[in-house]
């Protein structure tokens, strides 16, 4: 039986709840793992946590700063095969309460965040011709849902890059695609689950009845990531216990 590659997988917002699973799954299988995020104090902590992974400051929506960090995580790992952009922010409010401000918030750390991001990846990945590039977009840029205008703008921005950027590089060997989750037990959505009613809800919203778990995600990136996915590319993959494509089932 052949041995399994190590994989060198870049994480972009690796303090995050679906980054820390990320990188605990991939590294417990033996794949070498570097990590990308803004200064704050789960950054801090996230770095006490692991002071032996390559992990570099950089702010997403900054162009030049990302990709010097970003040349700094791949020659730590001495190459990259993957990068998963984990990097993201919730804001619920109907449009008329919205101030530009907060929308462009929205724009830059979900949507901007995600092309930046893009471009440095390509950079040693268009040379190598190979490589793997993983988004994180949002059920909610494919199904309509009350006070998330500006979050599934910024989602389904982030879809049309995926296959619009597929297709530019799909000559080179490189697959771009995304996942489209639901709610998930993550510190970003913690203060949209803060009281019992909040969580009730929101498990209600999804027919299988319950929020989903980071883990559940970065396995769903894992195979994306890896060579079983192969001939995948361009696509999105909803992963939230049903709620994008069945009704949960009323009470009698």
């Given at each position: 039986?052949?041995?399994?590659?190590?994989?060198?997988?870049?994480?972009?917002?690796?303090?995050g709840g679906l980054g820390r699973a990320l990188a605990a799954r991939l590294q417990e299988q033996g794949d070498q793992v570097a990590g990308l995020g803004r200064e704050s104090e789960r950054w801090e902590a996230f770095?006490?946590?692991?002071?032996?992974?390559?992990?570099?400051?950089?702010?997403?929506?900054?162009?030049?700063?990302?990709a010097t960090a970003f040349r700094?995580?791949?020659?730590?790992?001495?190459?990259?095969?993957?990068?998963?952009h984990a990097i993201g922010n919730i804001a619920l409010k109907?449009?008329?309460?919205?101030?530009?401000?907060?929308?462009?918030?929205?724009?830059?750390?979900?949507?901007?965040?995600?092309?930046?991001?893009?471009?440095?990846?390509?950079?040693?990945?268009?040379?190598?011709?190979?490589?793997?590039?993983v988004f994180v977009s949002s059920v909610a840029a494919g199904s309509g849902l009350a006070n998330h205008e500006a979050i599934a703008a910024a989602k389904a921005g982030i879809e049309g890059l995926v296959r619009a950027s597929a297709a530019t590089y799909a000559s080179l060997g490189l697959r771009i695609n995304a996942i489209a989750p639901g709610m998930m037990d993550t510190p970003a959505a913690g203060p949209l689950l803060a009281s019992d009613a909040a969580q009730q809800l929101s498990a209600r919203l999804h027919p299988l009845g319950r929020i989903g778990q980071p883990t559940e995600a970065a396995a769903l990136i894992d195979?994306?990531?890896?060579?079983d996915a192969g001939w995948v590319t361009g696509q999105i993959w909803n992963l939230d216990g049903g709620m994008s494509s069945i009704l949960p089932k009323p009470k009698l």
């Open positions: 039986m052949n041995e399994r590659k190590r994989r060198k997988v870049v994480i972009g917002g690796i303090a770095r006490s946590d692991h002071p032996d992974l390559p992990a570099f400051a950089a702010d997403a929506r900054d162009g030049e700063a990302w700094a995580a791949v020659d730590a790992l001495d190459g990259v095969d993957a990068y998963v109907p449009a008329h309460l919205m101030k530009d401000d907060e929308f462009r918030e929205v724009l830059e750390t979900n949507l901007t965040s995600a092309f930046i991001a893009l471009r440095a990846a390509l950079e040693p990945m268009r040379r190598q011709k190979h490589g793997v590039i195979w994306l990531i890896g060579p």
